[in-house]
């Protein structure tokens, strides 16, 4: 068995890392109707990526300082999706 692969992005906000995960995955992660008015991550995103016969979980978190705590939050669901 390979072992689990997570992917989080990380970095300020408009830096691309939800426009990254969609080109990568196919995936929106911004999925609440306030991302989409405000054009800004404020929730976590999570997606998958096949690449043949590994999966990656990706786990894409808010840039803007006022979503600290949905960042901060991500690190237990990386440890999460890693099992």
Not at 42 to 68: K, Y
Request: charged letters at 25%; aromatic letters at 6%; one cysteine or more.
């Amino acid at each position: 068995m390979s072992h689990p692969i997570v992917l989080g992005t990380a970095g300020h906000i408009d830096h691309g890392k939800t426009s990254l995960v969609l080109a990568l995955t196919g995936i929106d992660t911004d999925r609440l109707p306030v991302e989409k008015a405000r054009g800004i991550t404020t929730e976590l995103g999570f997606a998958r990526l096949d690449l043949g016969d590994r999966r990656i979980a990706v786990v894409d978190v808010p840039g803007h300082e006022r979503f600290v705590k949905s960042m901060v939050a991500a690190r237990p669901a990386w440890i999460w999706c890693a099992w």
